[in-house]
């Protein structure tokens, strides 16, 4: 049963530190691999996609990178702000189509 | 702009009595999904389409049925809901690019559903 990790639960920051949130995965045969933002009763908005063939992906502030053979992704968030407080979840991309998401980290930035 | 809209945002109804979340999208994608998520956990997959072909998870309850009439719009029906349906439901999109793999799903802003 492919199962998605994430660590720690809830993370609370200085303004300005740069951070890494956590990913882990049971099956290493995944498709791609996708980081979201959630804000409080909202959808999700996805921040950062990485296939199975990419080690990393960078998008402004952020960067992903994905180790298939240990079964881990980490998100770095360089210089955090207040505004990147939500909370954050990873999924991954089996065969059939099926996502499979992680619980998620609760991200407060303080200013 | 492109972009999956749900309707309504907000749901009351009470207990026992049929409702129907609506989802639509204008990227053309062929695969949808219904996600339930409650307070601090992880969204959790009730059902995909894959163009007209209906997936359905295996720990979906029965009360959850689903319809997607064309290309561009997909309903969740709950047909007796009960207190423990109270929940965010997400639709998302995702197309296939290459056999097996898929782009970026695309999460409309969900419905939030209380069951009175």
């Known amino acids: 049963k492919q199962e998605v990790t994430q660590i720690p639960a809830a993370l609370s920051v200085p303004e300005g530190e740069n951070l890494v949130l956590n990913c882990s995965f049971t099956?290493?045969?995944?498709?791609?691999l996708q980081w979201f933002r959630q804000d409080p009763g909202k959808g999700l908005t996805s921040l950062l996609l990485?296939?199975?063939?990419?080690r990393e992906q960078t998008s402004g502030r952020l960067n992903a990178s994905l180790d298939k053979s240990s079964g881990r992704s980490t998100l770095y968030i360089a210089a955090s702000q207040p505004g990147d407080s939500a909370t954050y979840l990873c999924a991954v991309l089996y065969n059939f189509n099926k996502f499979y998401f992680g619980s998620g980290t609760k991200l407060n930035v303080k200013p | 702009d492109a972009m999956v809209i749900q309707n309504p945002r907000y749901q009351v109804t009470q207990f026992g009595k049929p409702v129907t979340l609506s989802c639509s999208q204008t990227?053309?994608?062929?695969?949808m999904y219904w996600y339930q998520q409650k307070s601090s956990q992880a969204p959790k997959l009730l059902f995909h389409?894959?163009?007209?072909?209906?997936?359905n998870e295996a720990d979906t309850p029965d009360n959850f049925q689903s319809r997607r009439p064309n290309t561009s719009f997909c309903f969740l029906d709950i047909r007796s809901p009960g207190l423990g349906d109270a929940a965010m439901y997400l639709c998302?999109?995702?197309?296939?690019?290459?056999?097996?793999?898929?782009?970026?799903?695309?999460f409309g802003p969900g419905t939030r559903l209380l069951v009175l």
């Open positions: 389409y894959y163009d007209k072909d209906f997936n």
């Open positions: 998302a999109t995702s197309r296939e690019v290459v056999a097996g793999g898929l782009e970026t799903q695309y």
């Open positions: 990485i296939q199975s063939s990419q």
């Open positions: 099956d290493s045969a995944i498709y791609n």
């Open positions: 990227l053309n994608h062929n695969v």
